[in-house]
């Protein structure tokens, strides 16, 4: 962990202040978000599994700092299934000095995925859909087929089971 090289990339590029506290990640965040910057790179998903306790905030927004740096062109979408959990995200990625705009519905959720910015966001997974979509996935393949011009497609990450059928919209 402490080779010359990996330290000064820990002090350049994984530094994150979180609330005024400095932080840098544990080693498996460390080594979650380089493997997910690899599969980012290659245009591939995946999926990074954490229990509780485990830092999942900061990996989340390591890695969407990173992808927004190093992709001029994209945007995150961080897409959970509880209200708290979608409140938290958002005041984590604030502390951190990242803006995010938390959707207020599922018609918001559509104008933001429309335009250009913001390019950072978290959502409700309940918010993909409409009362009456009985086939999911149908709805899904859908919303690909239609990426604003603007845009030029959108990916989605999940952070519980519920909304991983969410998360299998990357594009």
């Given at each position: 962990?402490?080779?010359?090289?990996?330290?000064?990339?820990?002090?350049?590029?994984?530094?994150?202040?979180?609330?005024?506290?400095?932080?840098?990640p544990r080693a498996h965040q460390y080594f979650g978000v380089k493997a997910?910057?690899?599969?980012?790179?290659?245009?591939?998903?995946?999926?990074i599994w954490h229990t509780q306790g485990s830092g999942k905030s900061i990996v989340m927004v390591l890695l969407a700092r990173w992808i927004l740096e190093n992709n001029p062109n994209a945007r995150v979408a961080i897409v959970t299934d509880r209200d708290e959990l979608d409140k938290q995200i958002e005041r984590v990625f604030t502390e951190a000095g990242e803006p995010i705009k938390r959707t207020s519905s599922g018609r918001d959720l559509m104008t933001?995925?429309?335009?250009?910015?913001?390019?950072?966001?978290?959502?409700l997974v309940h918010k993909f859909g409409r009362k009456d979509v009985d086939d999911f996935d149908a709805f899904i393949k859908e919303l690909e087929a239609q990426p604003s011009p603007t845009v030029g497609g959108f990916s989605c990450s999940a952070t519980s089971a519920t909304a991983r059928k969410a998360a299998s919209c990357t594009a």
């Open positions: 962990m402490c080779r010359k090289d990996r330290l000064i990339e820990l002090m350049h590029d994984f530094v994150l202040f979180d609330g005024g506290v400095k932080k840098l997910a910057q690899t599969h980012a790179r290659q245009k591939k998903g995946g999926i933001q995925l429309g335009q250009a910015t913001p390019r950072l966001l978290c959502s």
